[in-house]
């Protein structure tokens, strides 16, 4: 099993903590996000990581991992940096955003699924985004399962809490079986389409998802409650530094 680590992102929410780093490297409670990943997943078991990097890259070199450029990171989103690591698609995958820290638990849910494609979605996230912003419908999401555990829909606007079942949270697991099939899926796709008022480049990970997932693939949902949180915004970074560390929605 591998890793790949989407760090590529000029991180500029986080400004002035990212003038001079990604943001995978802005230090959370003393410790950067790639850190607290990299921790969680070698206490897992999974030592073959790779970093697809692009904004200030020079900086993430001394941890000494197998790393991709993103020559575009400019310009594109988490899909297109993902399939610049296409040659690590060789082996089950577990696929995490590098703006995130996540308990073990999480991780550890995420493994034990025996799905081909798990995400890790939040059941208790209305708590989490109570806390980072005013007005939480503004920045979730669609998602929901039918009663089997898959996800039926993902990462469409809504206007109701009762479109929401969970929150996707930026880490997914892909068995090998399955990357031949997600990569001729992912290549068949029309480049002047529209995907949810984005260019292909910048599609975001959800809608290639939900394509999957209307395409008649099963994709599993891994509920969680709580043990993560999203560093994406200068506000996030400065409500986080506040927080007790025994906090329930920071564990670590």
């Not at 607290?36 to 993430?60: D, H, M, N, P």
């Not at 197998?66 to 399939?83: C, D, H, I, K």
Request: net charge negative; with cysteine.
């Amino acid at each position: 099993m591998k890793a790949i680590i989407l760090v590529a992102g000029t991180g500029s929410r986080l400004r002035p903590l990212t003038d001079d780093r990604p943001k995978c490297l802005v230090p959370l409670k003393g410790t950067p996000p790639l850190e607290y990943q990299l921790r969680t997943l070698r206490g897992c078991g999974i030592e073959k990581i790779a970093l697809v990097t692009g904004y200030k890259s020079a900086s993430l070199a001394p941890y000494g991992l197998t790393s991709y450029q993103n020559p575009r990171f400019e310009s594109t989103n988490m899909v297109y940096s993902l399939f610049c690591a296409e040659k690590e698609f060789d082996d089950d995958l577990v696929i995490c955003y590098g703006d995130i820290v996540f308990e073990p638990q999480v991780l550890e849910a995420l493994l034990a699924s025996d799905a081909d494609f798990s995400v890790v979605i939040d059941r208790g996230w209305r708590q989490l985004w109570e806390l980072r912003m005013d007005d939480p419908i503004s920045d979730a999401e669609s998602l929901k399962v039918d009663a089997s555990g898959n996800i039926t829909d993902i990462g469409r606007k809504v206007s109701s809490f009762d479109e929401i079942e969970g929150q996707y949270i930026g880490l997914f697991r892909i068995k090998a079986a399955c990357l031949a099939k997600i990569r001729a899926f992912y290549h068949g796709l029309d480049r002047k389409a529209n995907y949810d008022g984005k260019d292909f480049e910048n599609m975001f990970m959800t809608t290639l998802i939900r394509r999957l997932i209307d395409d008649g693939m099963s994709i599993k949902a891994v509920c969680v409650d709580h043990g993560w949180l999203e560093v994406d915004t200068l506000s996030d970074w400065q409500r986080y530094e506040a927080l007790d560390p025994i906090n329930p929605l920071f564990k670590f």
